[in-house]
């Protein structure tokens, strides 16, 4: 059974501090992960995703990969108190001309405190 | 313009009865998708449609019949409705199925609530 496992949290961090949120997977054979964000009662939106090992940079938003350890992880720079959410780590399994079927983590709750 | 859209918002109903929930997207996407997201938060996907062909369709109860008119639409009909069926029903679409950084997008959600 594929999964994909994060903390749940709540992590809790200053306002402008770095929130690091991390996530380990089973499959090996994933290509893509996914980083979501959820306000309460909202529904998921896409941040970033990475297939590549090593980081990827957007905004105040890094990823970081490491297949060879199957983690992934996203750091959130000068963290804002609008930034406080859950956020889903999802990971892909690629099925020919159906897509990807996301397998997605239980989320880990952020806090940013002011 | 909203991108995927679901209707209801909010569904309460009693035991028992049945329900369905729409979805239409206006991306001129190929895929959809449902998902159930129950209390404690886990996405879990149910079924996938590529242009009206069902493709995944995970362990869900038979009580769930996904139905596609046309690849812009994906509802979701819901019979015999038990307590556990309580939860939160996304649906998302996708435009290439084929390369790994297809992105899905998701809609506001259809908040269940069987009594």
């Known amino acids: 059974q594929k999964e994909v496992e994060q903390n749940s949290g709540p992590l809790s961090v200053p306002e402008g501090a770095i929130a690091s949120l991390n996530c380990t997977y089973s499959?090996?054979?994933?290509?893509?992960f996914f980083w979501y964000r959820q306000y309460s009662g909202k529904s998921p939106e896409l941040i970033m995703f990475i297939y590549s090992n090593g980081d990827k940079e957007d905004g105040r938003f890094t990823a970081q990969l490491n297949k060879a350890s199957q983690y992934v992880s996203l750091l959130i720079r000068d963290s804002q108190p609008s930034d406080s959410a859950t956020y889903l780590c999802?990971?892909?399994?690629?099925?020919?001309?159906?897509?990807?079927?996301?397998?997605f983590g239980g989320g880990t709750r952020l806090m940013v405190k002011p | 313009d909203t991108a995927v859209s679901q209707t209801p918002k909010y569904l309460v109903t009693q035991m028992g009865n049945d329900k369905s929930i729409k979805c239409e997207q206006n991306l001129g996407h190929d895929t959809m998708y449902w998902y159930k997201q129950d209390s404690k938060k886990f996405l879990k996907i149910m079924f996938s449609y590529n242009n009206k062909e069902l493709i995944i369709n995970e362990t869900v109860p038979n009580r769930f019949s996904p139905k596609s008119p046309d690849k812009a639409h994906l509802n979701l009909h819901i019979n015999s409705l038990e307590l556990g069926d309580s939860a939160v029903y996304f649906c998302a679409s996708s435009q290439h199925p084929g390369q790994t950084k297809e992105t899905q997008y998701f809609g506001p959600g259809t908040r269940l609530l069987v009594l």
């Open positions: 499959d090996r054979g994933s290509q893509s």
């Open positions: 999802a990971v892909n399994q690629f099925m020919l001309n159906a897509g990807n079927m996301l397998t």
